[in-house]
Structure formats: structure tokens, C-alpha cells
Nanobody
Framework: QVQLVESGGGLVQAGGSLRLSCAASGSIFSINAMGWYRQAPGKQRELVAAITDGGSTNYADSVKGRFTISRDNAKNTVYLQMNSLKPEDTAVYYC???????????????WGQGTQVTVSS
């Protein structure tokens, strides 16, 4: 089993930046992709960005050019650098780890506890 601990959320003004971190522990050898999801009040959880163990990345259209996902394998940590933040980026952000058995985003994959990001206008 994989444990994920997020940090770095907070309150920021529109146009500002935040960096989220997600530290993985446990059965990290099983991870083949990691991602950040977010869920705003009254909305479904959505994929924000993902990165594979080979380093390939993909982003939601709404964050392309503003957010960057990266990983530090030595620290077993994934980051989400968020620039030019907008009020519509306000949500709880969740870290997720997928494996060949439980794909990224599945209910059976590993999820962090979530961190709140609030962007004021």
C-alpha cells in the first residue's frame, strides 16, 4: 500500500503562485504514474496534471501553460507548481498514485488527504 501526504496549499491572490508537494511512502515500487486532482464545491473531481514513471506529462486544458507537474525520485515526491492562479482554481487538491493494478484516478488507487487551495479575486 502507498501512503501519500500533501502539503503546500493555502490562500493566495489571483495572479499568485503556490507549489504543492506530495510525499509517497510504503509500496512505492508499485507506482507507475502520479497525478494531481482537484474538486471544487458542487463539482466532480477532475484531473489537473499527471506524470508517468517515464516522465511523460499531461495537463487539463484549463491549466496548460500555468501549472507544471514534476517529480523527484530520490525524495519520492511529486510537485505541482501553480502560477497565474485564478479564482476558478479554488478547490481541494488531491495527490493520487496509480499502479498497473489500480490505474491513476481509480477508487482503488492511493489518494492523499487533500489540501485546500483558495484563490481570491
Amino acid at each position: 500500500q502507498v501512503q501519500l501526504v500533501e502539503s503546500g496549499g493555502g490562500l493566495v491572490q489571483a495572479g499568485g503562485s503556490l507549489r504543492l508537494s506530495c510525499a509517497a511512502s510504503g509500496s512505492i515500487f508499485s507506482i507507475n504514474a502520479m497525478g494531481w486532482y482537484r474538486q471544487a464545491p458542487g463539482k466532480q473531481r477532475e484531473l489537473v496534471a499527471a506524470i508517468t514513471d517515464g516522465g511523460s506529462t499531461n495537463y487539463a486544458d484549463s491549466v496548460k501553460g500555468r501549472f507544471t507537474i514534476s517529480r523527484d525520485n530520490a525524495k519520492n515526491t511529486v510537485y505541482l507548481q501553480m502560477n497565474s492562479l485564478k479564482p476558478e482554481d479554488t478547490a481541494v487538491y488531491y495527490c493520487n498514485a496509480g499502479s498497473p493494478f489500480h490505474g491513476l484516478g481509480s477508487s482503488y488507487s492511493s489518494w492523499g488527504q487533500g489540501t485546500q487551495v483558495t484563490v481570491s479575486s
